[in-house]
């Protein structure tokens, strides 16, 4: 029987004495609602079928003698004891057809914490250490929330699309990137200006205050030259810093990324109109207080292969992380962006991911900027996710490709 004891958020899961604890105090859970959260713990690194826990549930019996009915009430039990629920599943998310599996940032209090399999190329998985969330003042005096995560040299991520320092560990569509990226790193990541737990009154809101947000986190982590990860809009962002800031960025990795947002590069009329049409959904989106159906659109471009329940825990999580009138500006702002006249001075070795079918930022986007960028390699994925999932095949794909990269 496992012995460790699992922390997540103020929980602790002790899975040798079956006993569940909150801020110390014990949780009572169901008997078989307890054994399947422990065996989904316990097996976090993956999507476990219902099968397996119908199994595991009935202790060796055959799994159809434990209804499916009798699994979702125990889910359910599950997941009201650790205060999450089957509309949240900020900790525990089903992933239908196949499944369910556990995804919140989970600790190992163990003699020996043990290194689980990864793709070849990619650190073993190995439990991260607690995080710790400190502020820092940007060049105009804006506060700026940053975090350092786990143990190595350093890996700098961009500020990108309404980020939570507080929430993003457990939230479905980032836990697995804090996984993948804390591998033998110390992951350095912040809350742009104007969301998360960064100061909500934005002020200047331009390309340069954002390369000076970049500046003082890096000079509050006391970091002197590293590698810069850039996603998504964050990567127009990572290119400015890397072409203005030469003598610090030793490698860039942009995913997901674009030099020009979407009014600045459309060039046609029917671009324009294009263009437009996508800005007033997600305004309509961002106004509406009742109607998912904006945002679940807007969230589909991030998350193609998603289900509707988790474009509409997409659009919840943006939600929590900046006001109405912030998240309209950011949308403005970002088909603005332009850094397309000083790509070209990007000095350090610079890897570009992008998926083939990505439905948010086409993959001439991606084209543009490696000729753009000299010394940069360009590599395509097959998928149709604009953020890669947890369970997109091309996942462990891109950490090989980035940790091969940042190892030469």
Known sequence: MDSAVYRFGQYALDAGRRRLSHDGRRVEVEPQALELLCYLVEHRGRVVPEEELRDRMGRGQKAGEVSGAALAASLRSARLAIGDSDTRQQLIRTMLPRGHRFVARTTVASAAPAATSSAPGVPAVVEADHEVIRFCRSADGTRIAYALTGEGPPLVKTANWLTHLDLDRTNPMWAHWFDGLTRGRQLVRYDERGCGLSSWDMGSFTLDDLVADLDSVADAAGLDRFPLLG????????????ALRPERVSHLILTSAYARGQQIRAGSA??????????DIARAGWRSQDSSSFLRYFASQFLADATPAEWDAF????RQTTSVANG???????????VSGIAHDVTCPTLIIHSRDDPRVPVAQALE??????DSRLVLLDSRNHLFTADDPVWLTFLTHL??????
């Open 231 to 242: 996603v998504s809009q964050g990567g127009a962002v990572a290119v400015a810093y890397a």
């Open 270 to 279: 029917a671009e324009r109109d294009a263009a437009e049409v996508d800005l």
């Open 315 to 318: 659009a919840a999580y943006q």
């Open 328 to 338: 309209l500006r950011f949308l403005e702002e970002f088909t603005r962006i332009d």
């Open 369 to 374: 900027l490696a000729t753009l960028i000299p």
């Open 403 to 408: 940790y091969n990269f940042l190892s030469e």
